[in-house]
């Protein structure tokens, strides 16, 4: 099968490498001993014999001797062998044609046309696919994402604060929400080195919602409401942040797209735009829901800065983000490290 299929993708280079709708003609010249093969208005190629005696040779031989003759050399790892290639100024090239043999399956690609021969039943099947095009891998391109999250922090000893203090996390709410425009230069295969800014909102949402933080004198306090009735007790943060990464994506090394794992990890580091408290509570005699802010950002640090890592399968990336540097400034208030846990959009 695979000499036929061979045959296919020579007659099909006049088709597909060189865009014509023109059959080729070819063009003998005893003169000059060789022969030239026309494609469309400008497209040919010429071979050129010593003499007459290798002419007459040439005209003697079959698809399989001129297919020997070109000496076409198998890759190894992947079994492809490259039959046509066309090499461009720059210095880089372009397969026109390919055959990928694996045992009773014979795979060949001519521009954006696969075929495909099973052979490993009673019968052959062949499929043929068309508007195939390989996506290509840019040296450098620039994206938006968003990132999704979850907030917390660890005391001085490594742990989440427990339940019993005033500042405790409550998961659900606790939400990072961060906008990233970002940039990703090739510096070899599967090998990226990812940079760009953004802006994160922190926000963290206390367990015990009788708790309300506020601006002390000289730190942040938090105090014990029991004359009203408490629904919701935060602290929110919003920074403009720059980070960069060094990323590994296997599967681009692998030649498998988009399929393999990535991973990623780098610093960042960002600048406090705003920060503040929020109370929601209603009255105990009965009232409308009322909201309580306070200017908090005083006690929060103007600098943050730590360690960005990612993990990535397909389409669907995670990541986590651990301040180096406490939320509050030193002796304004307890020492926690913010982490974050999240989705990358």
Same mark, same amino acid.
């Given at each position: 099968?695979?000499?036929?299929?061979?045959?296919?993708?020579?007659?099909? *280079?006049?088709? *597909?490498?060189?865009?014509s709708n023109e059959m080729p003609t070819l063009d003998h010249k005893i003169n000059s001993d060789s022969v030239i093969v026309e494609f469309g208005k400008s497209g040919k190629v010429v071979i050129i014999v010593n003499n007459k005696e290798d002419f007459e040779k040439l005209k003697s031989m079959n698809i399989n001797e001129i297919i020997r003759e070109l000496d076409l050399k198998q890759n190894e790892e992947n079994g492809e062998l490259t039959i046509v290639q066309i090499q461009k100024k720059d210095g880089t090239?372009?397969?026109i044609v390919r055959v990928n043999e694996d045992g009773m399956e014979t795979e060949v690609y001519i521009g954006g046309i696969?075929?495909?021969v099973d052979e490993t039943g009673d019968n052959t099947?062949?499929?043929i696919e068309s508007g195939l095009k390989k996506k290509s891998d840019p040296p450098f391109r620039t994206y938006f994402n968003i990132d999704l999250g979850v907030n917390n922090y660890l005391d001085s000893n490594g742990d989440f604060p427990s339940s019993d203090n005033p500042y405790a996390v409550k998961g659900w709410g606790s939400w990072n929400v961060g906008l990233n425009w970002m940039a990703a230069q090739r510096i070899s295969k599967g090998f990226y080195w990812d940079f760009g800014i953004g802006f994160q909102f922190y926000n963290f949402k206390f367990e015990n919602r009788d708790f309300q933080a506020i601006?002390?004198?000289?730190?942040i306090d938090f105090l014990q409401r029991n004359d009203v009735d408490g629904f919701?007790?935060? *602290?929110?943060?919003?920074?403009l942040t720059a980070m960069t990464m060094l990323e590994l994506d296997f599967g681009k090394m692998n030649d498998n797209g988009g399929k393999g794992l990535r991973i990623a990890v780098g610093p960042y580091?960002?600048?406090?735009l705003g920060g503040q408290s929020k109370y929601v509570y209603r009255e105990?005699?009965?009232?409308g829901r009322k909201k309580d802010k306070q200017n908090t950002g005083l006690y929060l640090q103007n600098f943050r800065y730590g360690l960005r890592g990612e993990v990535g399968v397909g389409r669907v990336t995670f990541f986590t983000t651990y301040d180096m540097n406490e939320l509050f400034q030193a002796g304004k208030g307890s020492e926690l490290n913010p982490i974050t846990f999240g989705i990358v959009f």
């Open positions: 099968m695979k000499k036929y299929l061979l045959l296919f993708c020579l007659m099909a *280079i006049v088709k *597909i490498g060189f865009a090239s372009k397969d696969r075929v495909f099947k062949v499929k601006r002390g004198d000289n730190q919701k007790s935060k *602290i929110s943060a919003s920074y580091a960002g600048y406090r105990l005699e009965g009232s």
